[in-house]
């Protein structure tokens, strides 16, 4: 390795739906396909990380869960690296916008007997839940969701600022890609928002891939809720990482990846979710927002590792990753070399 080499703590994406070709939501994803995607992961220096299961009708839901499940009992490096999972969905808000690619078909009201089945098809996996704050029975879900261990973020929402801090006061923890997965247009105030901005018991999950946020929106946001309330996530769809070109997907149909890594419906500007890992998203932050590297790394290492109890993976050296002239040149994960170039 150069002398510019720099050694950097494992980085921790608490959204990933897929990456590389490989994706959680398949209707026929394997245990092998989730391993897969987990060494997609490590050559990017990502070392923890929560699939995303997005919705669906309950028996494929319980479907991508188990294979998780089953993937993290085939190799214990994989275990260590998937830290839970993420169910984002299905109790969103319906509407064109706010639904984003979310399937209307199977949208739902929250149901705690539901997520039981969840945790015991995955062994207790479940660590995250997206809701939409306004849908019935949201702060009965809540209460009894964290009192199971499971964080609530607000996301795929337009509800009123009522409706946010009644969630939060329930115990709502996060809010999901915030800027994103609402209505193109909002009143000026009050709106969601500006809500989800202000309360201090939210936690902000931000996609910095230059796309869905533009670096002043970012900039004032993580500004609005201190560096230490917010979070980096790729939100990363199966066609991250893919060479630039037309693709057929199973959400959203054709979709183009640009030479810049956006992922577009094919013909329009509309964004066909995330085209960049979480490594590329923290190096856009670092090189758009006037903040200092010191301050933005721990947005994509510690801030979500103590979100998921799991610190200790950070501070310890045990997962880490050694940049080399932008690149991803080595990664270790739980003490063993898992990248090494």
Same mark, same amino acid.
Request: aromatic share 4%; charged share 20%; glycine share 10%.
């Given at each position: 390795?150069?002398?510019?080499?720099?050694?950097?703590?494992?980085?921790?994406?608490?959204?990933?739906?897929?990456?590389?070709?490989?994706?959680?939501?398949?209707?026929?994803?394997?245990?092998? *396909?989730?391993?897969? +995607?987990?060494?997609?992961?490590? !050559? &990017?220096?990502?070392?923890?990380?929560?699939?995303?299961?997005?919705?669906?009708?309950?028996?494929?839901?319980?479907?991508?869960?188990?294979?998780?499940?089953?993937?993290?009992?085939?190799?214990?490096?994989?275990?260590?690296?998937?830290?839970?999972?993420?169910? &984002?969905?299905?109790?969103?808000?319906? *509407?064109?916008?706010?639904?984003?690619?979310?399937?209307?078909?199977?949208?739902?009201?929250?149901?705690?007997?539901?997520?039981?089945?969840?945790?015991?098809?995955?062994?207790?996996?479940?660590?995250?839940?997206?809701?939409?704050? &306004?849908?019935?029975?949201?702060? &009965?879900? #809540?209460?009894?969701?964290?009192?199971?261990?499971?964080?609530?973020?607000?996301?795929?929402?337009?509800?009123?600022?009522?409706?946010?801090?009644?969630?939060?006061? =329930?115990?709502?923890?996060?809010?999901?890609?915030?800027?994103?997965?609402?209505?193109?247009?909002?009143?000026?105030?009050?709106?969601?928002?500006?809500?989800?901005?202000? *309360?201090?018991?939210?936690?902000?999950?931000?996609?910095?891939?230059?796309?869905?946020?533009?670096?002043?929106?970012?900039?004032?946001?993580?500004?609005?809720?201190?560096? !230490?309330?917010?979070? +980096?996530?790729?939100?990363?769809?199966?066609?991250? @990482?893919?060479?630039?070109?037309?693709?057929?997907?199973?959400? @959203?149909?054709?979709?183009?990846?640009?030479?810049?890594?956006?992922?577009?419906?094919?013909?329009?500007?509309?964004?066909?979710?995330?085209?960049?890992?979480?490594?590329?998203?923290?190096?856009?932050?670092?090189?758009?927002?006037?903040?200092?590297?010191?301050?933005? +790394?721990?947005? =994509?290492?510690?801030?979500?590792?103590?979100?998921?109890?799991? !610190?200790?993976? #950070?501070?310890?050296?045990?997962? #880490?990753?050694?940049?080399?002239?932008?690149?991803?040149?080595?990664?270790?994960?739980? @003490?063993? *070399? #898992?990248?090494?170039?």
């Amino acid at each position: 390795m150069g002398t510019d080499a720099v050694r950097r703590p494992g980085l921790v994406d608490l959204q990933v739906n897929g990456y590389a070709g490989w994706d959680v939501n398949a209707d026929d994803v394997t245990p092998d *396909d989730v391993v897969g +995607l987990t060494r997609a992961l490590w !050559e &990017e220096g990502v070392t923890t990380y929560l699939p995303t299961v997005i919705t669906a009708p309950e028996e494929k839901i319980l479907h991508c869960l188990a294979v998780v499940a089953e993937a993290r009992r085939r190799d214990p490096l994989v275990a260590h690296s998937i830290a839970g999972v993420h169910v &984002e969905g299905p109790s969103l808000a319906a *509407d064109d916008g706010p639904r984003g690619a979310h399937d209307a078909r199977h949208l739902r009201d929250p149901d705690l007997a539901e997520l039981r089945r969840w945790q015991e098809a995955s062994g207790g996996l479940v660590r995250i839940v997206t809701l939409a704050p &306004e849908r019935p029975g949201t702060e &009965e879900y #809540v209460r009894g969701a964290v009192a199971a261990g499971v964080r609530v973020s607000i996301g795929h929402c337009a509800p009123t600022p009522e409706q946010v801090h009644a969630a939060a006061a =329930a115990g709502a923890s996060l809010s999901t890609h915030l800027g994103n997965g609402t209505y193109a247009t909002l009143p000026r105030h009050p709106n969601h928002l500006w809500a989800q901005l202000a *309360d201090d018991r939210l936690t902000a999950l931000l996609i910095a891939d230059g796309h869905h946020l533009p670096a002043d929106t970012l900039t004032a946001m993580i500004r609005a809720k201190s560096p !230490e309330r917010c979070v +980096l996530t790729s939100d990363s769809a199966a066609l991250a @990482g893919m060479a630039p070109g037309d693709y057929r997907t199973p959400v @959203g149909g054709s979709v183009t990846v640009g030479e810049d890594g956006r992922l577009s419906l094919t013909g329009t500007t509309l964004l066909a979710g995330s085209g960049r890992s979480l490594r590329q998203c923290l190096d856009w932050a670092t090189a758009h927002l006037p903040f200092p590297a010191e301050t933005l +790394l721990p947005l =994509a290492t510690l801030n979500p590792a103590r979100l998921l109890g799991v !610190e200790g993976r #950070v501070t310890s050296g045990d997962d #880490v990753a050694v940049v080399e002239g932008g690149e991803v040149v080595a990664v270790r994960v739980a @003490g063993v *070399d #898992v990248v090494r170039r």
